[in-house]
């Protein structure tokens, strides 16, 4: 598959009609390519979507969870406590059965009462959480189940894998809702793919070696939640996580349903094509290699470092510093024209889409919407 700055964007780009119509910069979704990377995906699971709960964080857009849910997920992640809220309705007026949701990430008050709440709106939807500590377990609604977050590493959240009495204690007072272990290995971004899975399966060794001492003292472990986009590759030739008897290992990568410049960079064997890119116009030649177009760092994310995305069918053009509203763009050879529409691909696409308030949709050329991206930003009141 060619790489994403060599893909021909005209495969990418709406009707000249709808084109003329848009505002730059925007948001846009292509659901083919979405249900593209979802089944390429799901290949790699051995074509079991209840091994995959996908973080929403990347995508954060209820029609793009429709194609989730029709290609038969019921099992995701989310960090905040609008995309818990969010979630929950969009399966709800769905009729999705079965829906699993787990707030990955370390609440406390008053979030977690917030969080309970949410549940209670959703009863069909089973809520979990994260937590490293003992003491919060009281603060924890009743409507909501428990995960123990562990830290393999990544020194970000979670108990140190070698606490072991720590997690055998979480894991006993929780009692019939503690659910499992969520191990999310997202630091391993080593470039040497072979020495990058040397460490990932050593990790897993430790994993196993934990759930295997839970086991011993009398606490199941329902599941066991591992990899984010970079170790997915590793985590599916891993048999030993496919083969636990009484547990379900789930992988847990969202970026693969937009796909994005780093993810490429990091994992080449992917095979998954930009679901998501914003398209831009060119409105300045500043000097005489530079084209500016209008989809700053307040379109595109720009935390991930440089460049912060790749101009769609131009690899030899160089996306520069972006400022609030302008990125500028080296062009060797002749400029494009002022006006002249140009698709990016972003380096880093999750934070991306969270800057949109609303997205187009396109299912190959045509438009099939304009919707909200309706679980970015934070909620800031508790119920």
Known sequence: MPRIAELDPSGWLPSRKDLDRLLTPCLLVHLDRVRSNVARVLELLGGDPDR??????????????????????????????????????????????????????PHVEPALGHLGKIAARHPSTRYSVLVEDAGLLAA???????????????????????????????????????????YYDGHQ?????????????????????????????????????????????????YRPLAELEGTVHRVSPGTVVFHDQRS???????????????????????????????????????????????????????????????????????????GTELLLVPRHVCPTVNLAERAVLLDGAAITGVVDVAARAHDVLAD
């Open 52 to 105: 995959w709960r996908p973080h929403v964080k990347t995508t954060k857009i209820p029609e793009v969870w429709s194609e989730l849910t029709a290609a038969g997920l019921r099992h995701f992640k989310c960090a905040t406590t609008r995309e818990a809220d969010v979630l929950g309705r969009t399966l709800a007026e769905q009729g999705v059965e079965g829906g699993d949701v787990l707030v990955a990430y």
């Open 140 to 182: 924890i609604p009743d409507t909501v189940e428990v995960f123990i977050d562990l830290n393999p590493g990544m020194n970000r959240t979670g108990v140190p894998m070698a606490d072991i009495a720590r997690i055998l204690e979480i894991a006993a007072l929780a009692g019939p809702r503690f659910r499992g272990l969520h």
């Open 189 to 237: 971004h080593e470039p040497d793919l072979e020495a990058r899975e040397r460490s990932i399966h050593s990790g897993y060794e430790e994993l196993l070696e934990l759930r295997a001492a839970l086991v011993k003292a009398g606490t199941p472990v329902g599941e066991v939640i591992t990899s984010g986009t970079p170790a997915l590759l590793h985590a599916t030739c």
């Open 264 to 338: 490429e960079e990091e994992n080449p064997d992917l095979d998954l094509l930009p679901a998501a890119t914003v398209l831009t116009r060119v409105v300045s030649h500043p000097t005489e290699d530079l084209a500016t177009c209008d989809a700053g760092s307040k379109a595109v994310a720009a935390e991930a470092g440089d460049p912060v995305a790749a101009v769609l069918g131009h690899p030899d053009w160089e996306a520069t510093q972006p400022n609030e509203e302008h990125l500028p763009i080296r062009v060797p050879g002749e400029l494009p024209a002022r």
